[in-house]
């Protein structure tokens, strides 16, 4: 067997046996609680600008990305500009023609003058407004007009009704073999102490919005694969692959 399939056999068995394991999901689950409460994701940044993401998470987008090549990626939830920054610098990496679209409801004009002035800025394009709003939604469809191979990446308000309907908005744009991958689903397996001072909560929240979602589409199955991989991540059941055109 050539050695490059039988490490691939090896880490497929490794991260079954993860899944299977309920005392590494209890430890992980665990830290997260703790590393949540001290706003971990908070103090990372990508070529100069703060992502907001957990590093299990950049990379799984990382491997996305390189297997995916999209000319495309549609990002809803600019906040500071680091997650736009990174699928910038996939593409030009990749040698990728392509475009990072970037949409948020409120890109506060350091943050904008800050991804303005980055050396990728040229990949990027910022629309300003609610990713639910029809002017801006027909705005992305034109945007993505002709594009081969469309990733959408939804990270904004996560709200179940606005989850929903982003997803109902974006999910027709990604193309088969890409995915849709809604981050912070892992807040349906938070206390609901953890978000006080937010709209969502256990039981309203993006995995709720996603389950809904797949009971009416044939087009994404959850990768099962990725989230096992990471054990620590922000979107268990997020990663949506799409199997149809």
């Not at 390189?66 to 040698?95: C, H, N, Q």
């Not at 990733?151 to 009704?161: G, I, Y």
């Not at 990604?174 to 912070?184: E, L, R």
């Amino acid at each position: 067997m050539d050695d490059s399939v039988k490490f691939e056999k090896e880490c497929a068995r490794e991260i079954e046996s993860m899944a299977e394991s309920l005392d590494l999901h209890e430890v992980s689950r665990q830290w997260f609680d703790r590393a949540n409460h001290a706003k971990y994701s908070y103090h990372f940044r990508w070529l100069g600008l703060p992502i907001i993401q957990y590093p299990q998470d950049i990379v799984a987008m990382q491997e996305i990305v390189w297997k995916t090549r999209p000319d495309l990626i549609i990002e809803t939830g600019v906040a500071r500009g680091g997650s736009v920054v990174f699928y910038a610098s996939m593409l030009k990496m990749m040698d990728i023609k392509g475009k990072v679209v970037g949409i948020d409801v409120d890109i506060r004009e350091h943050n904008r003058k800050a991804i303005g002035e980055h050396f990728l800025s040229d990949y990027i394009q910022l629309i300003q407004g609610s990713s639910v709003d029809e002017l801006v939604v027909s705005q992305v469809k034109e945007i993505a007009r002709g594009k081969q191979r469309v990733l959408v990446v939804l990270d904004s308000n996560h709200t179940h009704d606005h989850v929903l309907a982003e997803l109902s908005a974006y999910s027709p744009l990604v193309t088969k073999g890409s995915y849709c991958v809604v981050f912070d689903t892992v807040i349906e397996d938070m206390a609901d102490a953890s978000f006080d001072d937010r709209p969502w909560s256990r039981g309203n929240n993006p995995k709720t919005a996603v389950h809904e979602f797949l009971e009416g589409s044939d087009r994404f199955a959850i990768d099962e694969f990725i989230h096992n991989k990471l054990q620590i991540t922000v979107a268990p059941d997020g990663y949506l692959k799409c199997i149809k055109d």
